[in-house]
């Protein structure tokens, strides 16, 4: 079963820190892209980071560039997302993805925000920041 498993959410106060992990379960990671993307009530779902297969290269948000880093550890199936300087307008659900398939045009599809209809999706972890 191909699964996606999202961790490491919780509350935080603004300008805080918190890193969420992305488990992946069921196949390769090495060989697929991963998205993060979050979305929060009453906002559209966006792309905040992504990296390519084998890290090769990586995408940020502009609004969070400078603050995240997203980085992987193919050998225990985890994609990690750190992030720092935390504000309150940045209290979402994250969430991890991939799409359907691997390869460079896929890849660059997540970057762009798009996981495709066949894409796999972890379940989502709240990230609260609040003082």
């Known amino acids: 079963q191909l699964q996606l498993v999202e961790s490491g959410g919780g509350l935080e106060q603004p300008g805080r820190s918190l890193t969420l992990s992305c488990v992946a379960s069921g196949f390769t990671l090495s060989m697929f892209g991963i998205g993060w993307f979050r979305q929060g009530p009453w906002k559209e779902r966006e792309g905040v980071s992504c990296?390519?297969?084998?890290?090769?290269?990586?995408n940020y948000l502009d609004s969070v560039k400078g603050r995240f880093t997203i980085s992987r550890d193919d050998a225990k199936n985890t994609v990690y997302l750190q992030m720092n300087n935390l504000g309150p307008e940045e209290t979402d659900t994250y969430y991890c993805?991939?799409?359907?398939?691997?390869?460079?045009?896929?890849?660059?599809?997540?970057?762009?925000?798009?996981?495709?209809?066949?894409?796999?999706w972890g379940q989502g972890n709240q990230g609260t920041v609040s003082s």
């Open positions: 993805a991939r799409r359907g398939a691997t390869g460079v045009y896929n890849e660059h599809r997540l970057c762009a925000g798009d996981p495709g209809r066949s894409g796999v």
């Open positions: 990296i390519a297969s084998a890290g090769l290269s990586d």
